[in-house]
């Protein structure tokens, strides 16, 4: 079995992070699931030279199924959001500037505006520091925190989080999906910190606009965009 068109579909999609601006040198990884199998980057390797034949796949344990180089030392946080979410095709992990400062404030980041309602349902949460004692499997726990944060809900209605002290995780239900994610948190960070740079009270959005904006964009009822 060739994995392919897998390969190439994770290759666009950690391009798209570097086109978008949310990485520099190798900071950020990007994973596709399909089936029962995960391509993702390979560690440590320049987006200005990775290839299609670059990107490692592996099995939901993590074991390398295709591919000469080691994957992402990410890698056991994606999986572990693999295997609690089903519906999740694909994950992002970025340090994109804005988003990364919330983090390091150890904020989660709060609905002010209608762009960020139209993409989470909700604030964007703030996972916490890891333990000491969690320290040995560190990135496995990365994912353990989580999932931990975003609870037990529909994960593509709060479609990423940030952690405290490290940066950021994105995911869809494809690729395309998790990058645009991705891209859209980056910008409502840097939305929200200029809102709380300008002097005066800061104004939350009123739940029942979060709740029209969000649900008219995502509800079974959408009226966003065409049939």
Same mark, same amino acid.
């Given at each position: =079995?060739?994995?392919?068109? *897998?390969?190439?579909?994770?290759?666009?999609?950690? *391009?798209?992070? +570097?086109?978008?601006?949310?990485?520099?040198?190798?900071?950020?990884?990007?994973?596709?699931?399909?089936?029962?199998?995960?391509?993702? +980057?390979?560690?440590?390797?320049?987006?200005?030279? =990775?290839?299609?034949?670059?990107?490692?796949?592996?099995? /939901?344990?993590?074991?390398?199924?295709?591919?000469? *180089?080691?994957?992402?030392?990410?890698?056991?946080?994606?999986?572990? /959001?693999?295997?609690?979410?089903?519906?999740?095709?694909?994950?992002?992990?970025?340090?994109?500037?804005?988003?990364?400062?919330?983090?390091?404030?150890?904020?989660?980041?709060?609905?002010?505006?209608?762009?960020?309602?139209?993409?989470?349902?909700?604030?964007?949460?703030?996972?916490?520091? /890891?333990f000491e004692d969690e320290m040995d499997e560190y990135e496995k726990n990365t994912g353990k925190v989580i999932i931990e944060t975003i609870g037990d809900g529909n994960p593509l209605a709060v479609p990423g989080c940030i952690l405290q002290g490290h940066g950021v995780f994105a995911w869809g239900k494809d690729p395309k999906s998790a990058v645009h994610n991705a891209v859209v948190l980056e910008e409502i960070a840097k939305m929200a910190f200029y809102t709380e740079a300008i002097p005066g009270k800061n104004i939350r959005l009123p739940e029942y606009i979060l709740n029209k904006h969000y649900s008219r964009k995502h509800g079974k009822n959408a009226t966003y965009g065409q049939r």
């Open positions: =079995m060739t994995y392919r068109k *897998l390969q190439a579909a994770a290759l666009e999609a950690n *391009l798209d992070l +570097k086109k978008f601006g949310l990485v520099i040198f190798t900071w950020g990884n990007v994973s596709v699931r399909k089936d029962e199998v995960v391509a993702i +980057k390979p560690s440590g390797v320049s987006y200005d030279v =990775m290839k299609k034949k670059d990107i490692v796949i592996v099995d /939901l344990e993590g074991r390398i199924v295709e591919g000469k *180089l080691r994957p992402s030392v990410d890698l056991p946080t994606h999986l572990e /959001l693999y295997r609690k979410f089903p519906e999740i095709g694909s994950i992002v992990h970025t340090h994109s500037p804005f988003a990364t400062a919330w983090a390091q404030k150890g904020r989660a980041i709060p609905v002010y505006g209608t762009t960020h309602a139209d993409y989470f349902f909700g604030e964007v949460p703030c996972g916490r520091f /890891l």
